[in-house]
T-cell receptor, first 112, second 110 residues
Framework: EAQVTQNPRYLITVTGKKLTVTCSQN?????MSWYRQDPGLGLRQIYY???????DKGDVPEGYKVSRKEKRNFPLILESPSPNQTSLYFC???????????FGPGTRLTVT | GQNIDQPTEMTATEGAIVQINCTYQ??????LFWYQQHAGEAPTFLSY????GLEEKGRFSSFLSRSKGYSYLLLKELQMKDSASYLC???????????FGTGTQLKVEL
């Protein structure tokens, strides 16, 4: 089954404790992206990747890191999480940036 | 900068037609997407417009006017399952960045 998976689905952590949210797709897609979704602000793009070893900032990259060492994986790293990073995070992938993106199920992160 | 505006909420009756508008101001426009998101779920793709005009796909149609910075999503023969948030998103910045509006919450009533 073609899909985008994210782990974990739910995470509660404390300020400053490094964490990684994994994202994997099995569709051989080149374009992958991370978003956060907050009430009243909608979906905002954090980082995107055009292909292996090619990543760039979206609209809200501060406090996040990403890497793309393999085509299928695009982890999101929070080196020192803060409460303002409490949000619902979505990973998405597509064959190309100008076609439909397939979204993962989301990761709900709470930073206390 | 970039700005995308959609109505926050809309209500319509089952079987009717509803039009959800989206206006945008952005640099480096490369196309406009519409996504549907049910509560507690991930967004799913509805349409993509890059040229002016109307794209029809079943009960859903999407229109784009690049000169006016305007798009709309038209939903016909509304069903209860169409109750969801509808997200307008602009592809910009050379076609690599996707910026979403805050979404329109549509409620379909009997």
């Amino acid at each position: 089954e073609a899909q985008v998976t994210q782990n974990p689905r739910y995470l509660i952590t404390v300020t400053g404790k490094k964490l990684t949210v994994t994202c994997s797709q099995n569709m051989n897609h080149e374009y992958m992206s991370w978003y956060r979704q907050d009430p009243g602000l909608g979906l905002r793009q954090i980082y995107y990747s055009m292909n292996v070893e090619v990543t760039d900032k979206g609209d809200v990259p501060e406090g996040y890191k990403v890497s793309r060492k393999e085509k299928r994986n695009f982890p999101l790293i929070l080196e020192s999480p803060s409460p303002n990073q409490t949000s619902l995070y979505f990973c998405a992938s597509s064959v190309d940036r100008v076609v439909e993106q397939y979204f993962g199920p989301g990761t709900r992160l709470t930073v206390t | 900068g970039q700005n995308i505006d959609q109505p926050t909420e809309m209500t319509a009756t089952e079987g009717a037609i509803v039009q959800i508008n989206c206006t945008y101001q952005t640099s480096g426009f490369n196309g406009l997407f519409w996504y549907q998101q049910h509560a507690g779920e991930a967004p799913t793709f509805l349409s993509y417009n890059v040229l002016d005009g109307l794209e029809e796909k079943g009960r859903f149609s999407s229109f784009l006017s690049r000169s006016k910075g305007y798009s709309y999503l038209l939903l016909k023969e509304l069903q209860m399952k169409d109750s969801a948030s509808y997200l307008c998103a602009v592809l910009r910045g050379g076609g690599n960045k996707l910026t979403f509006g805050t979404g329109t919450q549509l409620k379909v009533e009997l």
